[in-house]
């Protein structure tokens, strides 16, 4: 009986850590369902376990998209000149974009919520262009860009994207 206790107490603290998981709500432009968009690629696994996918684009390579396929979450991270693999634990955030309906923002805008909700919710939001709006918006050298985007078809919010911070390249 004592050795199966402390047989099982060594697998557990043998075994990886297992993903926290993820809240399903997007607070203002800063945290993706606890990951926040300053951090790196291995605090992304930290919340969202081992990704679905890793990918440079083709003739890429200083990006990577990684996808959660069943959180419906897809990041898009970069490498900085001390970092070689984009994908890689040390990866930087660009962007995080999450599809799935159990996804919401912190003041209740949720996808497949109407336009007219997401009007409501966000009444400084601005449309950038047809089915782009963003929520909140940041500045970088003097320009505006979005913080927090929504995407809207068909009078529907299909998607959130949060945008890290912007650093010199």
Not at 23 to 52: E, H, L, W
Not at 73 to 80: A, I, L, N
Not at 104 to 125: M, N
């Amino acid at each position: 009986m004592h050795r199966a206790v402390i047989l099982g107490l060594a697998l557990l603290l043998l075994a990886p850590a297992a993903a926290a998981a993820p809240t399903f709500v997007i607070t203002r432009d800063v945290n993706i369902g606890g990951f926040d968009r300053g951090a790196r690629v291995d605090r992304a696994v930290a919340v969202f376990g081992q990704p679905t996918s890793r990918l440079v684009p083709r003739g890429g390579w200083d990006k990577c998209e990684i996808k959660w396929t069943a959180l419906g979450v897809s990041m898009v991270t970069h490498h900085v000149a001390a970092v070689k693999d984009p994908c890689g634990p040390e990866g930087r955030h660009v962007s995080t974009t999450v599809t799935d309906r159990r996804w919401r923002t912190s003041v209740g805008l949720k996808i497949g919520d109407p336009l007219a909700k997401l009007r409501k919710l966000y009444p400084r939001g601005y449309r950038d262009q047809p089915g782009v709006w963003w929520l909140t918006i940041r500045q970088w050298a003097g320009l505006p860009f979005p913080g927090l985007e929504a995407k809207v078809r068909n009078g529907k919010v299909v998607a959130l994207t949060v945008y890290g911070p912007r650093t010199p390249s």
